[in-house]
């Protein structure tokens, strides 16, 4: 079985250093009409996309509840029902607009 090596105080002390360094470094200065503002550097968007990401919930946490998308559904396939009725909706339209509903 192999012995680690040892790491000397120097080396570490440039580990350190580096890991330090990346964490200071990891974002890039963004400005717009509102000023100046951080942005991660791996990340391609600008300033106004990140001032959204602060403020507002982006993402899962920020979807609207099952309840309301299913309501919104529901509402699609009455007005495919309504429209196809009133004859602006041909039956094949209408048919696409319900196939992946269910009440």
């Avoid at 002390?13 to 509102?34: G, K, P, S, W």
């Avoid at 979807?63 to 309301?68: G, K, Q, R």
């Amino acid at each position: 079985m192999d012995k680690p090596l040892p790491i000397s105080g120097y080396v570490l002390r440039v580990l350190i250093f580096a890991v330090q360094f990346c964490n200071m470094t990891n974002y890039r200065i963004e400005h717009d009409t509102m000023g100046e503002v951080k942005v991660p550097a791996d990340r391609y968007w600008g300033a106004q996309t990140e001032r959204s990401r602060n403020n507002f919930r982006i993402g899962p946490e920020g979807s609207m509840p099952v309840e309301i998308i299913r309501a919104f559904g529901v509402l699609k396939k009455c007005a495919a029902m309504a429209n196809h009725q009133l004859g602006v909706l041909s039956e094949e339209k209408k048919a696409n607009s319900m196939q992946n509903f269910h009440w």
